[in-house]
């Protein structure tokens, strides 16, 4: 609260009685200050009701505390998320040492260097700026739209470079500024070790490297359809503009022009 008078007579009020007899009599139920509608007053009031509810919780299922902690705090979707992996994950400690106690999980949880948490604290707070929003528009990448959902949305850039489907094309892993045996630089790295640690080249990694970049184009493309509730826009362009502004022709992708037929047939336009 900004009144920092009101606070401190609130406070002194409280100093009137115990926790027990804020927590577990009927003291609670009644107004402590006069006005029962201030703010401040009406916020105490929640945060004691929840905390008792809290107290009051078994304390038999870890993850299951937690979980009801979260119901009863008024928290951010990422903070949300955060939570639930928080049950998960020491439901999984649980599993690993079934008398491991809350202050071994606070210590667990704590730690700097558990790269499992802080993998998902991570990947929580990429998502935070990128939920929708009534009235606005969110612009980012198809990574970045997992989990999200939008009444529209457009899917921009839909062209074979971007959206392979065969190894012989244009790929962004190419690095076209080196000599042919160089240029795919992942795919050379694993050729090495393959050769290091097998003796020979067990199978061809340029090959490789391209499929498994064409699958995941594939997998990023169902995952941005797949975002649209009401209405999709998909598009690419016919040309891309160079550094030195002369125009570059380039072919929609094969998804792309897939679709589009497949959406003809549907609306009875072609047999």
């Known amino acids: 609260t900004d009144n920092k008078e009101g606070k401190k007579d609130f406070l002194n009020m409280l100093e009137k009685y115990s926790v027990e ?19 401040m007053y009406v916020t105490f009031k929640m945060g004691l009701n929840a905390l008792a509810e809290i107290l009051d919780y078994s304390t038999i299922r870890m993850d299951k505390l937690i979980l009801f902690i ?16 928080v049950a998960f994950y020491v439901r999984y400690l649980i599993n690993e040492t079934p008398n491991i106690t809350l202050r071994e999980v606070l210590d667990v949880l ?18 935070n700026g990128y939920e929708p929003q009534p009235g606005s528009i969110t612009v980012c990448n198809y990574h970045k739209s997992k989990g999200m959902e939008w009444d529209c949305v457009f899917l921009l850039q839909l062209t074979q470079y971007n959206f392979p489907d065969n190894i012989n094309g244009k790929f962004q892993c190419d690095k076209w500024y080196l000599k042919d045996k160089y240029k795919n630089t992942e795919a050379l790295i694993k050729s090495q070790i393959d050769f290091i640690v097998n003796g020979k080249l067990t199978e061809n990694h340029y090959k ?62 072609i047999k």
């Open 70 to 85: 979260k119901d009863r705090l008024v928290l951010e979707e990422e903070e949300k998320a955060l939570v639930d992996y």
């Open 208 to 269: 490789q490297t391209k499929i498994d970049l064409i699958n995941e184009k594939i997998r990023l493309l169902y995952v941005g359809i797949t975002r649209a509730k009401e209405m999709l826009i998909m598009s690419g362009s016919s040309f891309k503009t160079e550094e030195d502004n002369k125009k570059q022709e380039q072919m929609p992708c094969l998804y792309l022009r897939k679709l589009n037929e497949i959406i003809k047939q549907e609306r009875g336009m």
């Open 21 to 39: 007899e804020l927590l577990y009599t009927d003291i609670k139920d009644k107004p402590i200050i006069i006005d029962d509608k201030c703010e």
């Open 110 to 127: 704590s730690d700097n260097t558990n790269k499992v948490f802080n993998h998902i604290i991570d990947v929580v707070y990429e998502i």
